[in-house]
């Protein structure tokens, strides 16, 4: 809770002259309501505009603009994520590939949780710069969505002090896109490790309010559960984990089991491997069995313990549907009518789309033949107004 300095504290009195109870609860509250957004704007990221491409007028170049010009052709430096940029509310996406930009359905993931998720987005870029004229969809979501802020990130930084590191070296080793995906797996375990809040990949459509969930895991199914239609809830205890998806999780700042998933992790960490999910699903599964020494199913793990508790919530939850049957259910080669796209989606709180291997799939237009053109009108509209060209 914030404590207003001694001189707010002290304002019934002005210039030596007693003020009326009325007065000084106006004045006071007026203070304390200036003093509220001065405070938050702290957390704000400061962005420095390197370059913008003025085309009403002579100029071609104009250092350290201001952001609020809204200009499309901005490449505007990043400032580095560090401790002082953490809440309590945030939501961190990593973009790993060093482009200084969002692809329309990557964009379409952060818009729908500013929207819907009810948390900070903190998107993590590897890149130190954006370049808002490669997508007119990331300029839309970078200009009109206050809850969402842009970082670069040091890994070398970011993974000092936790078990992995020292690891870059051999991540830079790595051939070929699976580099990628390693940095990615491993940069989501250590930034929530150190700040807390909660991680989601870039191909997902967020869809509920997210804060009801805390610590959590999701587990993996071979075919989707199919939860009570009214309640969205399934039996505790009845799904035996098969694997434990590491596309979306929260956990509090120094939670072991990431720790604990870190460790292992640098100890079997191979870079010569040519295997692309070497810390990813199968990964976390190995750690959860090793750490609870338990039957892992959907409940609730070492309840109470501190930094240890973690509830391990049905697969439905964010991915309604399986990997296997993206292609099938996602992109239906039947018409969907609106209530059987809500049967699948109602007790989801986002959906997954498997980008790996979905990425080439046409989004039309038409919301009876592929979930992304029923959900994005919906839950990332700006994004999806330029389907035709950046989806």
Sequence with gaps: MLRLPIFLQNLHTIGGKRLNLFTAVVVLTALYELYNVLYSAKLQPQYQILFVNHT?????????????????????????????????????????????????????????????????????????????????????????????????????????????????????????????????????????????????????????????????????????????????????????VISIHNGEFGFPAGHEFLLQYMESANRTYDPMSDKRNQVGPSHAVLVATQMYKTRLTNRILDKGKPHREVTLIPDYTFLPVVYHQAKSILWSADPKTPQQWEDVFRCAYAVHFYSHYNDHRNVSGDPTKDAYSFLGPKHCPQAFSYYKTEF
Excluded: W
Aim: hydrophobic letters at 30%; a positive charge.
């Design 56 to 240: 009403n007028d002579n100029s071609s170049r104009k250092n350290f603009a201001t952001v609020a010009e809204r200009n499309c052709s901005a490449k505007i430096n990043l400032p580095v994520f560090d401790k002082r940029h953490s809440e309590k509310l945030q939501v961190f996406f990593l973009e790993t590939s060093g482009r200084p930009y969002l692809k329309g359905r990557q964009v379409c993931s952060v818009e729908s949780a500013a929207i819907k998720s009810g948390l900070i987005s903190k998107v993590i870029m590897k890149s130190s710069y954006l370049d808002l004229s490669k997508r007119k969809s990331f300029c839309d979501l970078f200009h009109n969505y206050k809850n969402v802020q842009f970082y670069t990130i040091n890994y070398e930084e970011l993974f000092r002090n936790t078990p992995v590191e020292g690891i870059t070296g051999r991540l830079d080793r790595v051939a070929g896109g699976h580099k990628f995906t390693h940095y990615s797996d491993l940069g989501r375990l250590a930034i929530v490790y150190k700040y807390g809040g909660y991680y989601m990949d870039l191909d997902v459509i967020v869809t509920k309010d997210m804060r009801p969930l805390t610590t959590f895991l999701v587990i993996e199914m071979p075919q989707t559960t199919k939860p009570d239609n009214k309640t969205c809830n399934i039996r505790e205890g009845s799904l035996d």
